[in-house]
């Protein structure tokens, strides 16, 4: 069953209960909390326990081994036992900035038709870089100018699912060059933003581009011959 973050994006609110609490950190029969990866950074949020009081979870992990997301509470927290009811509050603010920031990511590979070598976001700005073609030059203010006019046009952005096998098949839907889905899974999440792009991804996303709001591109920086940095953000 997909995770909580992937079915609702939007929850900020579920009430759970503690299975385990250890050097590792905390982790929860159920969660909203997207843990880092694919250069979205973990979630934050508020544990409210039984008695009222509240402890911070300052960031999520997924355990490489296990597999289980981790939260990690903020130092001096005290140790929850196994069972112990507690609701968790996301850091929703930030989290939507970082859906924001993802989607945005998105339509930039859309703008500069190349392939992308690596990328990050934070809760106000985000980064792709990309092997351009020989001859292919970037113009910021075009760039910018582009991106907007994506963000406007209010295009719906939607979940697909595919097999490994398909995926496979259609190879250039993975526009990131440093990173493969893994492709022996029997399903892998596409991003679908309608008309414009569809590309694999295991990020959290907003459902309309319009929910973007304007963006700046703040600097394009050359990382080798052909790398190219370009740098974008939430303008508010």
């Known amino acids: 069953m997909p995770e909580r973050f992937y079915l609702d994006p939007y929850q900020t609110t579920l009430h759970t209960t503690v299975l385990s609490h250890d050097e590792r950190g905390l982790v929860l029969a159920d969660t909203l909390c997207y843990p880092l990866g694919g250069g979205q950074p973990g979630d934050t949020a508020t544990l409210q326990l039984a008695d009222g009081s509240q402890l911070a979870i300052t960031d999520t992990r997924r355990d490489k081994a296990s597999r289980e997301i981790v939260h990690q509470l903020a130092a001096g927290s005290p140790q929850l036992a196994a069972g112990s009811a507690v609701t968790l509050q996301l850091d929703w603010a930030r989290r939507h900035r970082h859906m924001r920031v993802h989607t945005c990511l998105h339509l930039l590979s859309c703008v500069i038709r190349a392939g992308v070598t690596g990328g990050n976001l934070t809760a106000d700005s985000g980064r792709l870089d990309f092997d351009l073609p020989e001859g292919m030059e970037l113009d910021r203010d075009h760039i910018e100018r582009e991106l907007n ?16 096998e398909a995926l496979r098949a259609q190879p250039e839907l993975i526009k990131t060059m440093s990173v ?25 996303h907003v459902r309309q581009t319009g929910e973007i709001g304007q963006v700046l591109v703040k600097k394009i920086e050359s990382k ?9 953000a939430l303008a508010d």
């Open 149 to 164: 006019a994506l963000i406007a046009a209010n295009h719906a952005v939607t979940v697909q699912m595919t097999s490994g």
């Open 180 to 204: 493969t889905p893994p492709l022996d899974l029997p399903e892998i999440r596409l991003i679908a933003i309608d008309g414009i792009d569809l590309q694999p991804c295991g990020g959290t």
């Open 224 to 232: 080798g011959a052909r790398n190219k940095r370009v740098v974008i």
